[in-house]
């Protein structure tokens, strides 16, 4: 199911295991709809592609293509899933299920989930950096 926000455009549903359901607007960054549903998600890099704590395994729907700074960063990721994917570095245009790997309730040695990853607009991509 598809909402319609304020403007008639359509608010993608997330469907975030062991979670629940929540609607993001389109285009926006995946971490914050993660954060906005009250999910701890790590992203210590502050949503800069140069960390891999955001990372989420996308288990159906379509993430769009992954950025250049999100290649290369998981280029160093061993023995990865091929649905493996950095929340920082997907606008959300599309109903997706995906799983969070990383969250602050599991890794008590940290005091916080990260710098807040800064909004970015829905119209325009995510740089390549």
Do not use: F, Y
């Not at 929540?22 to 949503?47: K, P, Q, S, W």
């Not at 159906?60 to 160093?76: F, H, N, P, V």
Request: proline share 7%; with cysteine; charged share 30%.
């Amino acid at each position: 199911m598809v909402l319609r926000g304020v403007w008639g455009e359509s608010m993608p549903k997330v469907t975030i295991e062991d979670v629940g359901v929540t609607n993001v607007e389109n285009g926006r960054r995946l971490v914050l709809g993660i954060m906005d549903a009250g999910v701890d998600i790590l992203h210590r890099c502050g949503g800069n592609a140069r960390c891999t704590t955001c990372r989420v395994e996308v288990i159906e729907g379509d993430a769009g293509s992954q950025t250049e700074a999100e290649i290369e960063r998981l280029s160093r990721v061993q023995d990865k899933p091929e649905n493996l994917r950095l929340s920082c570095q997907i606008q959300v245009r599309d109903d997706l299920t995906v799983k969070v790997l990383r969250r602050l309730q599991d890794n008590p040695d940290m005091s916080d989930a990260g710098p807040q990853p800064i909004e970015w607009p829905a119209d325009h991509p995510l740089p390549p950096e």
